[in-house]
């Protein structure tokens, strides 16, 4: 006797899903590991997958992890994002403003906002993101959180009414809302363009090598230092400002640990330089 096991389209869906599920997990995983590699772990990076309420809540949590939290800056990656409604609460989770510390016998243990991302980021685009793919990057570039980087995205941002017929399988959306900024541009045929433009060409995807994600570390290291130069800059000039007073020098600044050897370094250089005293 033979028996025949027959399997519905159902189960095929169910392992292609799993399937792709588990292609997602090693992409997301493999940039981060390329993130960690470049930056020597100073920079954090989040994936959002799609603009819904489990995707936020995994970008909440692995953005504000211990591991994440006090890194120099973070790299949000919503590229092949499909849209839903997240713009608010992810620019919101980015923009936070450090108004106090916590700080008990002398050692500052942390901050507020607690539940904000307060350090520099940058959120990665391309072509095929859609909807509020397109609507997240427009609002973040709009309020002026960070940069964009990537490629262009179509001007996509129009809520979906989505409907189906008797025949359950049959589903087709219907764009009734459209999304209109404060100077009366909608977003529906307005095409976004990066602050950093660069695309991954079909070689990269090929070799697996991600020229956009390589980029975007590069320019939050860029952005770190200039936040050291700046920090520098306006040491050098309170300290001028106390050796006029005083007319004595001495160097006695204390910097966060990870910038102490070069702003050292930096500091002893530029005042040598600039107040020709030997330090």
């Not at 006090?70 to 992810?90: F, P, Q, Y």
């Not at 989770?93 to 050692?107: A, I, R």
């Not at 685009?125 to 959180?145: A, M, Q, R, T």
């Amino acid at each position: 006797t033979r028996f025949a096991l027959v399997r519905g389209l159902g189960d095929v869906y169910k392992r292609q899903g799993d399937q792709q599920e588990l292609l997602y997990k090693r992409w997301v995983d493999r940039n981060r590991a390329i993130v960690d590699s470049v930056s020597k772990g100073r920079i954090a990076y989040v994936h959002v997958k799609a603009m819904n309420s489990e995707s936020f809540r995994t970008v909440y949590s692995e953005l504000l992890s211990d591991k994440n939290r006090n890194k120099d800056a973070v790299i949000v990656d919503e590229r092949h994002n499909g849209g839903g409604w997240l713009h608010d609460d992810l620019c919101t989770l980015l923009s936070g403003k450090q108004y106090q510390e916590f700080v008990p016998h002398g050692k500052v243990v942390g901050k507020d906002p607690f539940n904000k991302w307060t350090k520099p980021s940058c959120v990665l685009i391309c072509e095929d993101d859609y909807s509020n793919g397109h609507g997240f990057p427009w609002v973040y570039k709009e309020l002026g959180i960070g940069k964009l980087i990537g490629a262009p995205v179509a001007g996509t941002m129009t809520a979906v009414w989505w409907e189906t017929l008797m025949d359950r399988s049959l589903v087709f959306g219907i764009p009734q809302v459209g999304c209109r900024n404060m100077r009366g541009t909608f977003g529906e045929n307005t095409t976004l363009y990066p602050d950093v433009e660069v695309y991954n060409s079909p070689e990269d995807y090929i070799t697996g090598h991600d020229t956009q994600l390589i980029r975007a570390v590069e320019e939050m290291m860029k952005k770190k230092e200039e936040e050291l130069f700046r920090k520098i800059i306006l040491y050098i000039k309170e300290r001028d400002r106390q050796i006029r007073q005083s007319r004595s020098f001495f160097v006695n600044i204390k910097i966060f640990e990870d910038e102490r050897n070069l702003a050292n370094f930096l500091l002893t250089l530029t005042i040598a330089f600039t107040l020709g005293t030997d330090v």
